[in-house]
């Protein structure tokens, strides 16, 4: 079977047939040493999903990027320098590179060089399982790689793969340009014609009111939807375990609604895949309710619900009416709480935390853990009140009450 050549993980030298990779992030002005320390965590996080193995990070303050290779020289030869000793396959960015920076950097360096859109659609590839995903994500990746062509040459040509024969010279990186073009334009009507199958199958729910999962990617969705749902999807402590749309059929005291996890945001979020992964998203845009997971026991779980919070607007979702659920409350005890506290101190903190986030977000907020089974029982209650409502709202007329 031909391997995706965005797929990064398990092709590498490293014991275990992990690629080992170094993380560089840049310090702008207005941005803290610790801001960007926590975006080259969730970068690793994000390599450790493709199958790399980090053996180290480089940070460098700048006061703009370097056009030429994205940072200064200082930086790369102290990169270089580095990898004399200590064997790395690639070198990965916590921005986006143009293709004139990507190449620079390679024939410096001498080894791949990876920005995170890439390695974001590097997981997506490697996820994909049906045929929808699999044609959102290739269609992500050519876009990607379409404005840079001119710039990555030398980078794809060391590829090999998926775009046809290659060779030097200006014609030949036309003749790309060209299949790309043609190739995102056959593409983009394979969607559509599956957007329209998606539709009619919508069409079909239209009497069920529609209860939509989201959240920063890794917060639980997908365990929380095998709780309410009594289902079997694949849930793994990982960055986007789930890329399709999955909907149940949910029946609580003889009422029925539509359930559905879907795919996970993130910080970055190349808005190629956005706008690839549209059809997918329209499950969030056509439902009635959201529920809005956090991890409560993540650092910047702020940060996480303001990712989502914005990206729901973008996608013309934002004023649905949404319960917010705090996540992994046995983590977060384990993360913050003494193991010698006294339960009426862990009450007394726990109340805490609920009226920060009641506070900060126009939201209801619950705080349960999913994994322990522990305060669904509210979410059911609370969530039951909210779909009965909705579906008095969608047939008033009706005397049926729930």
Do not use: C
Not at 131 to 142: G, H, N, P
Not at 323 to 347: I, S
Request: hydrophobic share 40%; proline share 3%.
């Amino acid at each position: 079977m031909q391997r995706n050549s965005f797929e990064l993980g398990l092709t590498g030298k490293a014991e275990g047939g992990r690629e080992k990779a170094i993380l560089v992030g840049v310090i702008l002005p207005g941005q803290t040493e610790q801001y960007v320390a926590e975006h080259l965590d969730e970068l690793a996080f994000l390599a450790e999903t493709a199958g790399a193995s980090v053996i180290r990070r480089f940070t460098q303050r700048l006061p703009a990027i370097n056009s030429h290779s994205f940072i200064g020289p200082g930086k790369i030869r102290e990169i270089a320098e580095y990898m004399e000793h200590f064997e790395a396959d690639m070198v990965i960015f916590d921005d986006d590179l143009s293709g004139k920076q990507q190449n620079n950097l390679e024939a410096e360096l001498k080894v791949k060089i990876i920005d995170r859109s890439f390695l974001i659609l590097d997981i997506f590839a490697s996820r994909a399982q049906t045929a929808q995903a699999k044609t959102q994500v290739e269609l992500a990746q050519l876009q990607y790689i379409y404005p840079k062509l001119r710039g990555m040459w030398s980078h794809l040509e060391r590829q090999r793969g998926g775009i046809g024969m290659r060779g030097p010279g200006e014609q030949e990186i036309e003749t790309d340009r060209r299949i790309v073009k043609e190739k995102i334009a056959l593409l983009k009507k394979r969607l559509e014609k599956i957007d329209q199958q998606n539709i009619t199958q919508r069409k079909n729910r239209d009497e069920l009111i529609r209860v939509s999962l989201v959240g920063y990617t890794n917060v639980g969705k997908s365990t929380l939807m095998n709780l309410l749902s009594k289902s079997d999807v694949f849930a793994e402590n990982k960055l986007f375990a789930t890329l399709d749309t999955t909907v149940r059929k949910v029946v609580w005291d003889a009422m029925p609604f539509l359930l559905s996890d879907t795919v996970g945001f993130i910080r970055k979020l190349p808005h190629h895949l956005i706008e690839s992964f549209k059809s997918t998203l329209d499950e969030v845009r056509e439902s009635d309710i959201l529920v809005h997971v956090a991890d409560v026991s993540h650092p910047q779980v702020h940060d996480h619900i303001q990712t989502v919070v914005e990206t729901l607007r973008d996608l013309g979702a934002g004023d649905k009416p949404t319960l917010l659920v705090g996540n992994k409350m046995d983590a977060y005890r384990q993360r913050h709480f003494d193991r010698y506290l006294d339960r009426e101190t862990q009450q007394m903190l726990e109340e805490e935390l609920l009226r920060d986030f009641s506070g900060r977000y126009p939201f209801e907020t619950i705080l349960l853990s999913a994994r322990e089974n522990e305060n669904t029982g509210m979410l059911r209650s609370r969530l039951r009140e909210y779909i009965a409502k909705q579906y008095l709202v969608r047939y008033p007329y009706r005397t049926k009450t729930w």
